[in-house]
């Protein structure tokens, strides 16, 4: 992978390339464990065209969204619009950044990073997340390397529950849920198994 894949500038033209790059439907593991949540402040991080912060923001949470591509919030947020719903879109770059607040739920779904960036980016997000409230980490996994699924993302940006969890000091955290759930997804037109991993955890 290239290191401009890191830029607002790519990220900005892969967006402009397309209507839509998403499904417009917010993640499942974002409906699973946020579900059953008494509703707060949040923040998704590389939100995209905000489907989870819509998904939020539709069942009373306040909501940011955080992505590189101003293209993409603004899709984000033209959207939201039209759904009648209040968020906030905020475009900034959390590989040298930090977050202007404390949340009761940091979301990141699929923000993978190169390995020397890993730590300094989740643990950064873990000191956003306020306390009593969640942190919601998921990822493509190493195994889906093995099945041939995730061979355009490199190996060395996927990543297991366990590099997640060990940035978590037990003194402070409560992890609640820490696996690799398989899924089914359309890949070239045929139904796959994908891996992803699944991190949540609760600041004491």
Not at 13 to 23: A, D
Not at 66 to 72: E, T
């Amino acid at each position: 992978m290239t290191d401009d894949m890191w830029t607002a500038e790519f990220w900005d033209e892969r967006y402009s390339s397309s209507e839509r790059i998403w499904s417009g439907a917010p993640n499942p593991h974002l409906v699973d464990v946020v579900g059953g949540l008494a509703p707060g402040s949040a923040v998704d991080i590389g939100c995209g065209e905000g489907a989870d912060v819509l998904w939020l923001a539709h069942r009373g949470w306040r909501t940011t969204g955080v992505d590189l591509s101003q293209v993409a919030l603004d899709r984000g947020a033209a959207r939201a619009a039209q759904e009648g719903v209040g968020a906030t879109w905020l475009q900034t770059d959390l590989l040298a950044e930090t977050l202007p607040e404390q949340y009761d739920l940091v979301s990141a779904h699929f923000v993978h990073v190169p390995t020397q960036l890993f730590a300094p980016l989740y643990t950064r997000l873990g000191a956003a997340v306020a306390p009593g409230g969640s942190l919601l980490v998921v990822g493509h996994h190493p195994h889906d390397v093995e099945t041939g699924v995730r061979h355009h993302h490199g190996d060395d940006i996927l990543f297991t529950p366990d590099r997640v969890v060990g940035l978590l000091d037990p003194q402070h955290w409560d992890v609640r849920r820490a696996d690799a759930p398989t899924r089914t997804q359309q890949v070239e037109g045929a139904e796959v198994a994908v891996t992803d991993t699944v991190v949540h955890a609760v600041r004491r």
